[in-house]
T-cell receptor
Framework: AQTVTQSQPEMSVQEAETVTLSCTYDTSESNYYLFWYKQPPSRQMILVIRQEAYKQQNATENRFSVNFQKAAKSFSLKISDSQLGDTAMYFCAFAIPQGAQKLVFGQGTRLTINP | DVKVTQSSRYLVKRTGEKVFLECVQDMDHENMFWYRQDPGLGLRLIYFSYDVKMKEKGDIPEGYSVSREKKERFSLILESASTNQTSMYLC????????????FGPGTRLTVT
């Protein structure tokens, strides 16, 4: 069975700073996907970034980038030039592409960006 | 844009009541999911469905059942609500293609008193 662990329940940084959220996972699968989802206060969960395990290049989406270390089973999210709108719960998640593509989530990290 | 809607944002029910949570998606997605979200536990999968009338148990199905009579609608049923089912419930859907991305509804915060 796959597991996903986020060891930082809460983080807080000042606006414009860079912040890194940690995620580790455990799996015996060779082909899988990793995700970071964002859940703003009282708003819907949305996908921030996705990484395919077979790709060596780290995914980036504007100010969001990941550090994917396959051997270490680590998948951290870096947010550059943080903005007030980045305040949210962030969830790391794992899925295999076969079957129903169920997501396995970590516990979440509550990120607060302070003005 | 994909839209996933849930019937209620907030719901208060009494212990022992039968509770229905409805989820509708408008993008012809094959797979639909029900999660429960609790602080410190993240999201845990209750049930999922990969086709009409098909359903499978997730990680925490006890006390819940589901129904999928039409492709766009996936219902979560609490047969006899209990206080330990007080939680946030999230519905999601996905196409089942290699894209994998799940689209989430806004959630229903259920309180059982």
């Amino acid at each position: 069975a796959q597991t996903v662990t986020q060891s930082q329940p809460e983080m807080s940084v000042q606006e414009a700073e860079t912040v890194t959220l940690s995620c580790t996972y455990d799996t015996s699968e060779s082909n899988y996907y990793l995700f970071w989802y964002k859940q703003p206060p009282s708003r819907q969960m949305i996908l921030v970034i996705r990484q395919e395990a077979y790709k060596q290049q780290n995914a980036t989406e504007n100010r969001f980038s990941v550090n994917f270390q396959k051997a270490a089973k680590s998948f951290s999210l870096k947010i550059s030039d943080s903005q007030l709108g980045d305040t949210a719960m962030y969830f790391c998640a794992f899925a295999i592409p076969q079957g129903a593509q169920k997501l396995v989530f970590g516990q979440g990290t509550r990120l607060t960006i302070n003005p | 844009d994909v839209k996933v809607t849930q019937s209620s944002r907030y719901l208060v029910k009494r212990t022992g009541e039968k509770v229905f949570l409805e989820c509708v998606q408008d993008m012809d997605h094959e797979n639909m999911f029900w999660y429960r979200q609790d602080p410190g536990l993240g999201l845990r999968l209750i049930y999922f469905s990969y086709d009409v009338k098909m359903k499978e148990k997730g990680d925490i199905p006890e006390g819940y059942s589901v129904s999928r009579e039409k492709k766009e609608r996936f219902s979560l049923i609490l047969e006899s609500a209990s206080t330990n089912q007080t939680s946030m419930y999230l519905c999601a859907s996905t196409t089942g293609t290699a894209k994998i991305e799940q689209y989430f509804g806004p959630g229903t915060r259920l309180t059982v008193t």
